[in-house]
């Protein structure tokens, strides 16, 4: 019956996965391709950045950086992203279907996590969510077996503190999931001396990996700004969970189930109950950064071990037999499969990618260029980027925090930050403000139509920004996708 299982919710992940893919254009989102510049400009040599020079925290796992490396050094990495992200979905789909004693629970939850868009929309981002997943997953199947290996407790405590010290490196928020795990494992057999060693093994781990983070960079990750929260984030970001929970009601039947039992069990701590408030914990600090649009990035690595212990819980919990499995899907399945997360027009990041290409052939070398999401645009061209938010640029990100306290929502549309920078070409959406006629000039006839569609071309008035006069032929060094020879100015 394995097999048969595995079959079938495979191959729905992956019609969905596809499904997605198109939607999207078979492009990453902007965060994918922030994080293969990045990589790009490791694997030449520049160090972490995105803008050379400039030491920006973007990348939140060394692991999965270290993956991408190797995928920019071919053409099509951002297929080979995508490739990557179905390998990682289904290598997680087997590990819940493998992972509960009870053939039917494993195959219940892997079939939801299967169904579930979310899930499947992960592979086009193109981030760290799905290798993530796979890491927590295998953790808590090697604590299931190390709590099962009764007579082996010193192979055991060796083995999980190992998966604990690397938690950092696949994910720097899994720190909060492996502390209350280890402290679980630790307070379950206190009196032995040697169940304190995973705890002591995450916390070395979890300090190591972020004190050298912190020495580097000196900053916050700026996949957390704007940073402190505020409460029109957080209130932001508890509907967006609310709204997860909504369109999966086995996660809260199973949360309410758990709680009860851990109520009836008068609260003690044991090897399970920490895993449990690990994930707890991740949920939660998920609605602090990023102004709330947080939750659905790390909801994604929540997804596997979440449905795996709801369906175990509701499993225990009741005592009933396929029919009670049965009736959850029915009232599981429909919402989570008709369920993807808003995505951008694939129009629009395909006219990201090919704008990228043609800047990296035509923009003179050292253009700076200002735009909202700026990921595909600095990756196919090489130049260096502001954008409206301050992800990839600090200055503007320094602004922002200058000109507080600001309305998150109408930060994402106050282009005023990154236009003090003062970039030489600025690219604006069909519904996104204009530049000052004062200092810019709209240049929409020198990129051509078919590749603008509805972004506007602002040129600084002052400045050259293209390569135009005849005569005079050298390399391009800046783009990654750019013929041998182009065109410059004679001077």
């Known amino acids: ?23 999207s254009g078979v492009q990453l989102d902007d965060a994918g391709y922030v994080a293969l510049h990045v990589a790009d400009n490791v694997r030449h040599g520049h160090g972490i950045v995105f803008n050379p020079g400039e030491r920006r925290d973007l990348v939140d796992s060394p692991l999965w950086l270290g993956l991408l490396t190797v995928f920019t050094a071919s053409e099509h990495a951002s297929l ?101 795990a280890m402290l679980g494992w630790a307070l379950a057999d206190w009196r032995r001396p040697r169940a304190w060693l995973p705890l002591g093994a ?15 960079f000196d900053a916050w990750p700026a996949y957390w700004e704007p940073w402190p929260p505020s409460r029109a984030g957080v209130e932001s970001a508890l509907r967006a969970l609310g709204d ?15 709680a009860a039992a851990w109520v009836r069990g008068q609260c003690r701590a044991t090897r399970a109950t920490g895993f449990g408030w690990g994930l707890v914990a991740l949920a939660g600090f998920s609605l602090l950064p990023q102004a709330g649009r947080d939750v ?67 923009a003179l070398p050292g253009t700076v260029v200002g735009a909202r999401q700026v990921g595909a645009l600095g990756y196919y061209s090489g130049l260096e980027m502001e954008d409206v938010e301050g992800q990839v640029s600090p200055r503007v990100a320094a602004a ?33 403000p204009v530049p000052s006629s004062i200092l810019y000039v ?5 990129v051509p139509e078919a590749l603008r569609g509805e972004f506007g071309v602002y040129r600084w008035a ?30």
């Open 1 to 23: 019956m394995r097999p048969l299982f595995a079959l079938v919710s495979v191959v729905l992940f992956l019609a969905l996965a596809a499904a997605a893919c198109l939607r």
């Open 80 to 180: 080979l992203v995508q490739f990557a992200g179905m390998i990682l979905g289904t290598a997680v789909l087997l590990l819940v279907l493998a992972g509960p004693r009870l053939l039917v629970a494993g195959a219940c939850a892997s079939l939801f996590l299967g169904l579930d868009g979310l899930f499947a929309a992960g592979v086009t981002t193109g981030g760290s969510g799905l290798l993530a997943a796979a890491y927590l997953v295998a953790f808590q199947l090697h604590l299931r077996r190390a709590r099962s290996r009764e007579d082996e407790p010193r192979h055991a405590d060796r083995t999980i503190a190992i998966w604990a010290s690397v938690a950092p490196l696949v994910r720097y928020e899994l720190a909060l999931v492996v502390l209350p």
């Open 202 to 216: 995450a916390v070395a781990g979890c300090a190591l990996c972020l004190g050298m983070r912190a020495a580097y």
């Open 244 to 258: 997860v929970l909504v369109r999966r009601p086995l996660l809260g039947i199973g949360i309410v189930v758990a």
């Open 296 to 362: 659905e990035r790390n909801v994604l690595i929540l997804l596997a071990p979440a449905y795996l212990l709801a369906v175990e819980a509701v499993w225990r919990g009741t005592r009933t037999r396929l029919g009670l499995v049965a009736a959850l899907l029915l009232v599981v399945a429909q919402p989570a499969r008709t369920w993807f997360p808003g995505a951008a027009n694939p129009q629009t990041r395909t006219a990201q990618v090919k704008i990228g290409q043609w800047l990296g052939e035509h």
């Open 400 to 432: 922002r925090r200058a000109l507080r306290p600001v309305n998150d929502v109408s930060t994402a549309h106050d282009f005023s930050p990154m236009l003090r920078q003062e970039p030489d070409l600025v690219l604006t959406g069909s519904r996104e």
């Open 442 to 446: 709209p240049d929409m006839e020198a």
């Open 462 to 491: 002052a400045n050259p920004v293209w390569r135009v006069a005849p005569g005079n032929f050298v390399p391009a060094r800046n783009s990654r996708r750019a013929p041998a020879l182009v065109v410059v100015p004679a001077h």
